[in-house]
């Protein structure tokens, strides 16, 4: 009489449209359950690298537009993104210098006119073909740290998938007697911690 009771009691109601609990999905639902998560997925990965790209371009973008740097006249908007920049790599660049050397870069730069910059290669090359070390040494480095980032995101994954063809490749290669001996030890775990191999 308990077990009929229990049964009984165990069942939930049913609201319309639902499921009962033994009814698999049919091939489409699968499918577009599927779908759904990889689609959410594949959301929320490129937000995230959108993200670190513009995390980038805020500490980086104003090095790159050499126009607006070496010959625009805003010196405000200038006075800000070295700000940022300096707050960021302050270990490595002193901002308010930075900004003075960029105005200074400006001054020569507009009077050579037989001499136009571009390009931030174009800008560094002519920073080191100006002088020695001691010409610009905030600018030079600000330029040297920009173009040797890694604009790409994927440099984590590409080290795994690195690792993975190095594991599978030790895989592949290890022979029989090593395989067999490594499970060995793997079994008599205790007898090796006693001997200390």
Do not use: W
């Amino acid at each position: 009489m308990m077990s009929t009771l229990k049964g009984v009691h165990d069942e939930k109601k049913q609201m319309p449209g639902e499921k009962s609990k033994g009814e698999a999905l049919t091939a489409k639902q699968e499918t577009e359950r599927v779908m759904k998560c990889t689609l959410d997925r594949l959301h929320s990965e490129i937000d995230q690298r959108f993200t670190r790209l513009q995390d980038t371009d805020l500490k980086f973008g104003f090095l790159l537009d050499i126009n607006k740097l070496c010959y625009s006249e805003d010196k405000n908007e200038l006075k800000t993104n070295c700000n940022t920049f300096g707050n960021f790599y302050s270990s490595d660049v002193n901002a308010q210098d930075l900004y003075e050397e960029i105005l200074d870069c400006r001054l020569l730069l507009s009077r050579r006119i037989d001499q136009t910059v571009s390009r931030p290669e174009e800008l560094l090359k002519f920073i080191v073909e100006y002088g020695d070390d001691g010409v610009f040494p905030n600018l030079r480095v600000a330029l040297q740290m920009m173009l040797t980032i890694g604009v790409s995101i994927a440099g984590c994954e590409r080290s795994f998938s690195k690792l993975k063809l190095i594991l599978s490749y030790l895989r592949a290669t290890m022979g029989q007697d090593r395989l067999t001996d490594l499970a060995l030890l793997s079994v008599e775990r205790e007898e090796t911690e006693k001997n200390e191999l």
